[in-house]
Nanobody, 126 residues
Framework: QVQLVESGGGLVQAGGSLRLSCAAS????????MGWFRQAPGKEREFVTA????????YYADSVKGRFTISRDNAKNTVYLQMDSLQPDDTAVYYC???????????????????WGQGTQVTVSS
């Protein structure tokens, strides 16, 4: 099965940008739909964005639409999350997740995803 490792987190001021990466190993990502979720202290893990196996379809939570962009490079076995106009409410641990499918899936549901990375901390200061 695929193993996922996130990177790119850090501390940024409000209005700034970060780019997260999710590198996969063990299997090619080209058969996986991918998602990004986040979890703030004391809160449940929530959906942020998802992308289908080819990159042709993307989905966003309303809270990040227009600010975040998900993309993937299957040749590099990597998925990216470009985060712009960051706000303090975006502070959380960000996780990438994978599900082995080239069909439709419930991209909002974290239970749809079988493999998870260890997470990367994003902190946005006001």
């Amino acid at each position: 099965q695929v193993q996922l490792v996130e990177s790119g987190g850090g501390l940024v001021q409000a209005g700034g940008s970060l780019r997260l990466s999710c590198a996969a190993s063990g299997r090619t990502l080209s058969s996986y739909a991918m998602g990004w979720f986040r979890q703030a202290p004391g809160k449940e893990r929530e959906f942020v964005t998802a992308i289908n196996w080819s990159g042709g379809s993307t989905y966003y939570a309303d809270s990040v639409k227009g600010r975040f962009t998900i993309s993937r490079d299957n040749a590099k076995n990597t998925v990216y999350l470009q985060m712009d106009s960051l706000q303090p409410d975006d502070t959380a641990v960000y996780y990438c997740a994978a599900t082995l499918t080239r069909s439709r899936w419930d991209w909002r549901d974290r239970n749809e995803y079988r493999q998870w990375g260890q997470g990367t901390q994003v902190t946005v200061s006001s």
